[in-house]
């Protein structure tokens, strides 16, 4: 079994950054963000392999970024220039081997934390 648990959400203002942590038991091979909210349901963030691979899904390239801690499995989701529509529940989930994509279905992903909610408001 792998335990997950994210932390660093709360609220920010729109254009505001914030970075959202993941402590993750142990490695698996795809790692990744989602974000789940009423008005878009479930969406696939960012991905990381085993080979350090990140990918990021087209609607937040450019302001979100995925990254690991070095020698700690703790997995971040950097948070640049926040909109309203960033609102939700972002969620870290850990995956076997797979085509590691921001895309890849969500029931490919055994393990889930229980989340941290994002709000972005003025």
């Known amino acids: 079994e792998v335990v997950l648990v994210e932390s660093g959400g709360g609220s920010v203002q729109p254009g505001g950054s914030l970075r959202l942590s993941c402590t993750v038991s142990?490695?698996?091979?795809?790692m990744a963000w989602f974000r789940q909210s009423p008005s878009k349901g479930r969406e696939g963030l960012a991905t990381i392999d085993m080979s350090e691979d990140k990918k990021v899904a087209d609607s937040v390239r450019g302001r979100f970024a995925i990254s690991k801690a070095v020698y700690k499995d703790i997995l971040y989701l950097q948070i640049h220039d926040a909109q309203p529509d960033d609102s939700g529940m972002y969620y870290c989930a850990a995956g076997g081997w797979m085509d590691c994509h921001p895309a890849a279905d969500p029931y490919l992903f055994t393990y889930w934390g229980q989340g941290t909610q994002v709000t972005v408001s003025s």
């Open positions: 142990r490695r698996t091979p795809c």
